[in-house]
């Protein structure tokens, strides 16, 4: 089944202790990205990649790390987490940058 | 830059009553356009997009929607809505943002509440 999957599905964790989060696709897509949810926001992008090897900021990049060794493997790193990245996470993947993304489940965090 | 207005934070509309969410966006150009659903603790499913041609769009669950190039509009419609339906309807626009960046820009989303 074509999915992207993401892991942990929620994670509560305390101020500054690093955490990954896992994003995979089995669609050998190109694009992959990463969007936070918050509520009366909307979802805002965090972080993009074009292709292996290849990422860029979003519009809310700050505390985040990506990177991208794989096509299929897209993880978001929060190197010392803080309670306002408290949000749902979801990772996206497509074709290309221009084409309709496919979302995962989400990953519910909770930084204390 | 690009962005995406959904006037209508909350709409409650009775199970049969039609349905109608509006979207509108700010482009220079003509943007691949979407909509989306999300029900209660899920992920985001598309429902429909635009990309060019017919105007008019129709996508999964009954729904579709309209582009009006003059109004800057991708309105979301449903002739008879059921209970299930009761979601949160997020809009969003792909355009051009630099680069070779395509960024997907959402609306700050619609929530549809149905009443039996």
């Known amino acids: 089944e074509a999915q992207v999957t993401q892991n942990p599905r929620y994670l509560i964790t305390v101020t500054g202790k690093k955490l990954t989060v896992t994003c995979s696709q089995n669609?050998?897509?190109?694009?992959m990205s990463w969007y936070r949810q918050d509520p009366g926001l909307g979802l805002r992008q965090i972080y993009y990649s074009m292709n292996v090897e290849v990422t860029d900021k979003g519009d809310v990049p700050e505390g985040y790390k990506v990177s991208r060794k794989e096509k299929r493997n897209f993880p978001l790193i929060l190197e010392s987490p803080s309670p306002n990245q408290t949000s749902l996470y979801f990772c996206a993947s497509s074709p290309t940058a221009q084409l309709t993304q496919y979302f995962g489940p989400g990953t519910r965090l909770l930084v204390l | 830059a690009q962005s995406v207005t959904q006037p209508d934070i909350h709409i409650t509309v009775s199970e049969g009553a039609s349905l109608e969410l509006r979207c509108n966006y700010s482009?220079?150009?003509?943007?691949?356009l979407f909509w989306y659903v999300q029900s209660p603790g899920q992920g985001l499913q598309l429902l429909l997009k635009y990309f060019s041609g017919d105007t008019l769009v129709q996508g999964i669950k009954g729904f579709e929607a309209e582009f009006k190039r003059s109004q800057s509009s991708f309105n979301l419609r449903k002739p008879s809505v059921h209970w299930s339906d009761a979601a949160e309807y997020f809009c969003?626009?792909?355009?051009?943002?630099?680069?070779?960046?395509?960024?997907?820009?959402f609306g700050k989303g619609t929530l549809l509440t149905v009443n039996p």
């Open positions: 482009y220079g150009a003509t943007p691949y």
């Open positions: 669609m050998n897509h190109e694009y």
């Open positions: 969003a626009v792909d355009a051009y943002s630099g680069g070779s960046n395509y960024k997907l820009t």
